[in-house]
């Protein structure tokens, strides 16, 4: 049972430490073209953000996000796979911070096909944050269900 714990842990966590080399190796002195896609996109959650909410959303340098994204997704997954509760929330961190950035398909309408190619993968990344809150709940009530087993006296 523990292999296969294993096993799941680990080809969960693939997708996240693939992700993180891929965005490393092209990373380079620019930022690599991860940079310029995620300028767009963040350009526009901001926009979306200041006329929605009316909060002006402060600037940030498009390397350190795509950094950023290469740290949550590398130190979350190589935690996720050994079982770590910090490398779930480092993942669900992730999840939360760059989804609704990365897979915008609230911009365009429903007969565009962006629309189903971006809804599609947005709703795969919350399939996986829905993985990660679940794992995070399961590995609570471990810690809280053997905290409550108070062992017996034993009688001579």
């Known amino acids: 049972m523990a292999f296969t714990l294993f096993i799941g842990r680990l080809l969960f966590a693939s997708f996240f430490i693939l992700s993180a080399y891929q965005l490393y190796q092209e990373f380079g002195t620019d930022g690599g073209p991860a940079v ?9 959650f901001t926009k979306l953000i200041t006329s929605k909410v009316g909060i002006k959303v402060p600037g940030v340098d498009t390397k350190h996000v795509v950094a950023t994204m290469i740290v949550l997704q590398g130190l979350g997954g ?4 050994f079982g770590s509760y910090l490398g779930a929330i480092l993942l669900v961190l992730h999840q939360l911070m760059f989804t ?3 897979y915008d398909f609230y911009n365009y309408d429903a007969e565009d096909t962006e629309f189903g190619l971006l809804f599609s993968k947005f709703t795969q990344n919350m399939a996986l944050l829905g993985a990660a809150l679940f794992f995070i ?6 810690s809280l269900r053997k905290s409550r087993k108070i062992p017996k006296a034993k009688t001579s």
């Open 137 to 142: 709940g399961m590995k609570h009530s471990i």
């Open 100 to 102: 609704p950035v990365l």
């Open 78 to 81: 190589v935690g996720f796979i």
């Open 36 to 44: 310029k896609v995620i300028e767009q996109k963040l350009n526009v």
